[in-house]
């Protein structure tokens, strides 16, 4: 009999564009005693090679990538930073190219129900019904936090009165994030003031519902990265850039930077609160903070970005998730 393969493997999953964030993670765990095991979901199944064997006298799951293998059994957790679609020769018949891709999801998900026994950062399941952010806004609501007046619609009429309602002060978003890594995704699309001229031609919500919020007044916008119970909050000031005004990330380079920033104890419990609910280990909360000192919760994205926090303020969030998936003591 072989001997027993020591569970000390972390899985990074991830995908090819992805830098810093999953590099520093993976530099914590090796100086714990891990190993770090980076897979890049993009690139299955060109470029990885994963079996996934079931029988009554067991299982085998596998996965082969840049010249190592990995076996099930060796992985004591993972962190789920992000899962990409799968990456396929622009060869291929449009329509063979669309059956690979979703077998290739199918595989590679039943490879991941492998490694159901691993404590996971997050549990996908968790993470996919957290991403649901109309039930984000109804927690955040029921655990205290302030919301700001929110409607989701592909009704035309319905938009138009609540925009009246507001009294022309609206934005609009989406209902998910389209972002890649630390820098922008090639389409990315920005919370966007509403003004009645981008009204009278709604009639394009009845090919895609938009959500519509109550513009909330602006001191600073904060993004705090939850980890594990702990929260690491960074500050920036958007309305020091025009562009960046209604939404942060549309700022130039230069115009505004992080700063160190906390969130009163009150708002702090009430978001650990939050994530006990929505059941994540980790989470990038986005807040606004009004020019009388209130703390507006506007979304939570579980696989959100961090790395600009650690970056700029030194704050030592892949240290923390190391802990996290080593089941160790928070880092302080």
Same mark, same amino acid.
């Given at each position: 009999m072989s001997p027993r393969t020591p569970r000390d493997t972390v899985l990074l999953l991830t995908h090819s564009g992805d830098y810093f964030t999953v590099e520093r993670v993976a530099e914590a765990l090796a100086r714990r005693g891990a190993r770090p095991f980076r897979l890049n979901t993009d690139l299955f199944p060109e470029e990885l090679r994963i079996s996934s064997g079931l029988g009554n006298r067991g299982t085998d799951y596998t996965v082969e990538a840049g010249g190592e293998r990995l076996r099930a059994v060796e992985v004591r957790a993972v962190w789920a930073r992000k899962l990409w679609m799968p990456r396929l020769d622009e060869r291929l018949d449009e329509q063979l190219r669309a059956m690979c891709a979703r077998e290739s999801v199918a595989a590679l998900e039943g490879f991941l129900d492998g490694l159901h026994d691993a404590l996971w950062v997050n549990q996908p399941a968790r993470e996919r019904e957290a991403e649901n952010k109309l039930l984000q806004l109804r927690l955040a609501s029921e655990v205290g936090l302030r919301i700001p007046r929110t409607l989701v619609t592909n009704d035309p009429a319905r938009a138009q009165k609540f925009y009246k309602e507001? !009294? !022309?002060? &609206? /934005?609009?978003?989406? %209902? =998910?994030?389209?972002?890649v890594s630390m820098n922008d995704a090639p389409f990315f699309v920005y919370t966007n003031e509403v003004t009645a001229r981008d009204l009278e031609d709604a009639e394009t919500l009845r090919h895609c519902p938009m959500v519509f919020q109550e513009r909330v007044p602006k001191e600073r916008e904060l993004r705090v990265a939850y980890v594990g119970g702990e929260l690491f909050t960074g500050a920036i000031d958007a309305a020091a850039s025009a562009r960046g005004a209604t939404d942060w990330r549309r700022a130039e380079v230069g115009e505004v930077s992080w700063e160190h920033s906390e969130v009163p104890r009150e708002v702090a419990d009430a978001l650990d609160a939050l994530m006990t609910r929505l059941g994540l280990a980790y989470g990038a909360v986005d807040l606004i903070q009004t020019p009388s000192g209130e703390h507006v919760f506007l @979304? /939570?994205?579980?696989? #959100?970005?961090?790395? &600009? %926090? @650690? =970056?700029?303020? #030194?704050l030592l969030i892949s240290e923390a998730i190391a802990d996290v998936l080593l089941g160790l003591a928070p880092h302080r």
């Open positions: 507001l !009294g !022309g002060s &609206m /934005v609009a978003k989406l %209902l =998910r994030p389209l972002s @979304e /939570v994205n579980p696989g #959100g970005e961090w790395g &600009m %926090l @650690e =970056r700029d303020l #030194g």
